[in-house]
C-alpha cells in the first residue's frame, strides 16, 4: 500500500473504529480490501454481535472471531436487546404490523371451518378368511 493511502484510510472511520478495538493494520486492510463500503456503524454492530455470541459460548470463543470475520468481510447486525433473561417477548412478535400471521398455541378462535374433518367412524376388520 503507498504511504499516501496509509494515511487516507486512517481517516477512514471504520478504521478507526477498527484500531480502537486493536485490529491489526493488516486485519484492517484486509477487512477494507474485502469490503471496501464498510463502515463504523457495521464494525461496531459486528462487534457487539461477537461479543454476544462470546458470552453464550461458555468460554469456548475467543475475541479472535470477530477479527476472523471482519477481515473476511462478514458483517453482522447487532443483537438485539433481550428482556428478563433470555426470554422472548411475545407480544413484540404478534403485534404490529404483521401480528395477526401468529397465534398462541392453544388460540383456536376464529378458526370455525378450517378444522380438518373428523374422521368417519369405520366397521370393524373381519378376520382375514371369513365371510
Same mark, same amino acid.
Given at each position: 500500500?503507498?504511504?499516501?493511502?496509509?494515511?487516507?484510510?486512517?481517516? &477512514?472511520? /471504520?478504521? +478507526?473504529?477498527?484500531?480502537?478495538? =486493536?485490529?491489526?493494520?493488516?486485519?484492517?486492510?484486509?477487512?477494507? @480490501?474485502?469490503?471496501?463500503?464498510?463502515?463504523?456503524?457495521?464494525?461496531?454492530?459486528?462487534?457487539?454481535?461477537?461479543?454476544?455470541?462470546?458470552?453464550?459460548?461458555?468460554?469456548?470463543?475467543?475475541?479472535?472471531?470477530?477479527?476472523?470475520?471482519?477481515?473476511?468481510?462478514?458483517? &453482522?447486525? /447487532?443483537? +438485539?436487546?433481550?428482556?428478563?433473561? =433470555?426470554?422472548?417477548?411475545?407480544?413484540?412478535?404478534?403485534?404490529? @404490523?404483521?401480528?395477526?400471521?401468529?397465534?398462541?398455541?392453544?388460540?383456536?378462535?376464529?378458526?370455525?371451518?378450517?378444522?380438518?374433518?373428523?374422521?368417519?367412524?369405520?366397521?370393524?376388520?373381519?378376520?382375514?378368511?371369513?365371510?
Amino acid at each position: 500500500m503507498a504511504q499516501s493511502d496509509q494515511s487516507a484510510d486512517r481517516l &477512514h472511520p /471504520a478504521v +478507526q473504529v477498527l484500531t480502537e478495538l =486493536g485490529a491489526h493494520e493488516t486485519i484492517i486492510a484486509e477487512a477494507l @480490501a474485502a469490503r471496501p463500503d464498510l463502515t463504523a456503524r457495521q464494525v461496531q454492530d459486528t462487534w457487539a454481535w461477537h461479543q454476544w455470541r462470546r458470552e453464550r459460548s461458555g468460554g469456548r470463543l475467543g475475541e479472535g472471531v470477530f477479527f476472523h470475520a471482519i477481515r473476511r468481510g462478514q458483517i &453482522h447486525a /447487532a443483537p +438485539q436487546s433481550e428482556g428478563s433473561g =433470555g426470554v422472548i417477548d411475545v407480544d413484540a412478535y404478534t403485534s404490529g @404490523a404483521y401480528g395477526d400471521l401468529f397465534r398462541r398455541g392453544g388460540d383456536v378462535s376464529d378458526l370455525e371451518g378450517w378444522a380438518a374433518p373428523l374422521p368417519q367412524p369405520c366397521t370393524p376388520a373381519r378376520p382375514v378368511g371369513v365371510r
